[in-house]
């Protein structure tokens, strides 16, 4: 965990430092500009799925599913964060104590 | 007409600070919900506290986690985590000019270009209040993130199983927060439901944290990709 943590850690600080010296041309290329634009969009979306449908290599639907289906309408209705957050845990803590 | 901006200067530096603070505090309100995210994964609150002070960019924080609590590898989270992380390259290529930074400062800056500092040095009517909006907000939130960090790990360590009070949701939910605001348009309405079809699909097919690496390897040559074909016209 120590490795994921500071090799993570010192990769996520070059990038920020990169972007501060590295010449405006090459990251302004339009090309990198559109990666950088989709891919925490695309990373974030495979994330939710991910850690609402899959236990290990398994696909399947249970408490958490309804949490994050709860917290997908609380984004809907412009929640703050904490509530999006709160309402997800909440729903999935409530269906795991009604069974 | 020069003496002007700074006439004005004591007020709209005052309304730079108060906005900073404010977000400093709102997210340090979700850093409680980071740290309790990562020490119920099973990350030592010591762990928990490194990421915070040293990472600072709270979706790949998140990422990590994620990863790791699905039982992914270490060199797969922390891949997750420096690709989410790679916006900010792009924010401090749009800060330098702005910022003007010589010797230590410049390193110093780079630990604070996250998606709050950048949005707060946009937007203000002089570059002095913009400048001011950056090193504030980051600041503020630096600290207030670590401290959110700390209160959240410790208060888990208090609770009896995570899974049972319903914070294995939490990271999803967090994600589906960070993104909403991104998806704007029919193109990023596609990009993030194909990204999410395709990783569901691959998760029977590869060991855990591989479909995170099938999206981004995807976005990223459709990305580039796509922009060839738009350069033609």
């Known amino acids: ?31 990198v500009r559109r990666v950088a634009e989709i891919l925490p969009i695309a990373l974030l979306s495979a994330l939710i799925a991910l850690q609402t449908l899959s236990t290990g290599m398994r696909l399947g639907v249970d408490a958490r599913a309804a949490g994050v289906a709860a ?23 409530l269906i795991r104590l009604a069974h | 007409m ?14 730079v600070l108060r906005d900073a603070i404010a977000i ?15 020490t119920a994964t099973g990350l030592s609150v010591l762990q928990t506290c490194v990421l915070s002070l040293v990472m600072f960019t709270g979706a790949s924080q998140y990422a990590l986690v994620g990863v790791l609590g699905a039982g992914g590898g270490g060199l797969t989270a922390a891949a997750t985590a420096v ?46 209040a913009n400048r001011l909006g950056f090193w504030a907000t980051g600041a503020s939130v630096y ?3 670590n401290v959110g960090t700390l209160i959240g790990a410790l208060g888990t360590q208090a609770l009896p199983s995570p899974r049972a009070v319903g914070l294995d949701a939490a990271a999803p939910a967090a994600f589906l927060a960070l ?15 194909a990204a999410a079809l395709v990783a569901t699909a691959c998760v029977p097919l590869l060991p855990v944290g591989g479909p995170v690496l099938v999206v981004a390897m995807l ?15």
């Open chain 1, 71 to 93: 917290a997908l309408l609380a984004v809907l209705a412009r929640a703050p964060f904490l509530v999006v957050v709160g309402v997800a845990v909440l729903t999935t803590a």
């Open chain 2, 83 to 128: 690709l989410l992380g790679s916006r900010n390259a792009l924010y401090g290529l749009r800060l330098s000019s702005l910022l003007q930074l010589r010797g230590l400062h410049r390193p110093l800056a780079a630990h604070l270009v996250i998606d709050e500092s950048t949005a707060m040095s946009l937007g203000h009517e002089s570059d002095r």
């Open chain 1, 1 to 31: 965990m120590w490795a994921a943590v500071l090799l993570g850690s010192a990769g996520c600080y070059l990038l920020k430092l990169a972007g501060l010296s590295v010449p405006r041309r090459i990251l302004a290329s339009p090309r």
């Open chain 2, 143 to 145: 600290v207030l993130w």
């Open chain 2, 219 to 233: 976005a990223i040559v459709i990305g580039a990709a796509r922009r060839t074909s738009s350069e033609v016209r």
């Open chain 2, 2 to 15: 020069l003496p002007e901006p700074d006439a004005d200067w004591p007020r709209a530096r005052s309304a």
């Open chain 2, 24 to 38: 400093g505090a709102a997210t340090g309100a979700y850093a409680l919900s980071f740290g309790a995210v990562a």
């Open chain 2, 179 to 193: 993104l909403a605001p991104r998806v704007r348009g029919r193109a990023a309405v596609t990009v993030a439901v």
